[in-house]
């Protein structure tokens, strides 16, 4: 499937000030992620954005999810509508959607199934952090729902930087194009 403008959507991930704060190379993901997002608009290719959250006190949090119930009880505290802002580099337009999801995929807890329909899209470019989280979690489901699929591999970030290169080179590459923001700006 060939990427067109109308079929397309960039999938801007959990690039949250509090999350993209934890990355030492946070300057350039921040960089490379508006070289993607000026290429969509300029292509008129809708631009979501996925944030993780939860209301006030954290009630969705399962004690037997291993990964968010070990946050919280740091959440409990924290102003959930704050949490949620996407990084003020990458800052939305007013009508570019910002969904909420409430799991590690972009699809869980959410309703972006429903907007890429309405978009009519069927090919996801997927920049976000963290690689070995929300990026790995919403390739794997967008694949089984038959999505096409383009990482942008340098729009990505994990704590890890063994891990981001074992998803990058040897794992993503199965189930999607991965590619530089560069590489991707020539498409």
Not at 2 to 15: G, I, R
Not at 46 to 59: E, K, L, S
Not at 69 to 78: G, I, Q, S
Not at 89 to 103: A, F, G, M, Y
């Amino acid at each position: 499937m060939e990427q067109k403008p109308s079929n397309t959507a960039l999938l801007v991930m959990d690039m949250q000030a509090g999350i993209v704060a934890m990355l030492p190379q946070a300057a350039v993901i921040l960089s490379n992620t508006n070289k993607a997002i000026a290429k969509a608009r300029d292509q008129k290719i809708p631009v979501i954005y996925v944030v993780v959250g939860f209301r006030q006190g954290g009630p969705e949090i399962s004690l037997n999810n291993k990964s968010f119930a070990a946050t919280k009880e740091r959440l409990a505290n924290v102003d959930m509508a704050e949490f949620m802002k996407v990084h003020e580099d990458l800052k939305p337009l007013t009508d570019e959607v910002v969904v909420i999801k409430r799991r590690v995929s972009a699809f869980s807890g959410s309703d972006l199934e429903v907007l890429l329909r309405a978009y009519g899209a069927q090919h996801l470019v997927l920049a976000g952090i963290s690689t070995s989280g929300v990026v790995l979690s919403t390739l794997r489901e967008a694949a089984d729902k038959d999505y096409k699929l383009t990482v942008l591999e340098d729009c990505c970030a994990d704590n890890e930087e063994e891990v981001h290169r074992v998803l990058t080179t040897k794992v993503f590459p199965r189930q999607a194009d991965v590619v530089t923001v560069e590489d991707w700006l020539k498409q």
